[in-house]
Every structure is written in C-alpha cells, then in structure tokens.
C-alpha cells in the first residue's frame, strides 16, 4: 500500500483513508487501536487486538499443560467444524 495522508480536525478528528479502511476491512461502527509500537502508532481494527491476546493467553496455558501446537490447532479445527455445522442448521 502507498502511503496515505490524512488532516486533524481542531477536534482532534482525521478520516481514515479508504484503502486503509478497505485494507484494515473497518465498517461504520467498528473500533480501532492506536499501539505505540518502536516508537510509531499502529492503527490496527481492536477485535484484532482482542482475538491476539486470547490466542497468546491460550498458547500459555497450552504450554503450561504440555499441549503441542499440533495437537491445539486439531482442536480448534474439530470446534470450526462444530460451529460451521451449527450455523447450517
């Protein structure tokens, strides 16, 4: 992606570009993140940052409990497919 630019509002506002919405897939009424990060802010859509932590909170107790990642990545799977089943329905 190129780089986009964009002005701040006297109320601190700016429009997010539309190819980084379309890139970042953000809608009306979604939430983002601004991450400081080796000194740059990471705008990123917040059901990522969400969906990062409980992975990393799962990897943890996977391994506290001796779980492989193979074995981990089989039971989600199982779960997709339950769900996916479900949803047919």
């Not at 969400?50 to 990897?59: H, I, K, P």
């Amino acid at each position: 992606m190129d780089m986009e630019v964009s002005r701040v509002t006297s109320k601190g506002q700016i429009t997010i570009p539309k190819a980084v919405r379309e890139r970042l897939k953000l809608s009306e009424g979604d939430k983002v993140a601004f991450i400081e990060k080796d000194g740059n802010i990471v705008i990123t859509k917040s059901s990522v940052i969400a969906l990062r932590e409980f992975l990393d909170s799962m990897s943890t107790e996977a391994q506290a409990k001796g779980i492989t990642e193979e074995e981990m990545l089989k039971e989600l799977e199982q779960v997709r497919e339950e769900m996916w089943n479900e949803r047919k329905k």
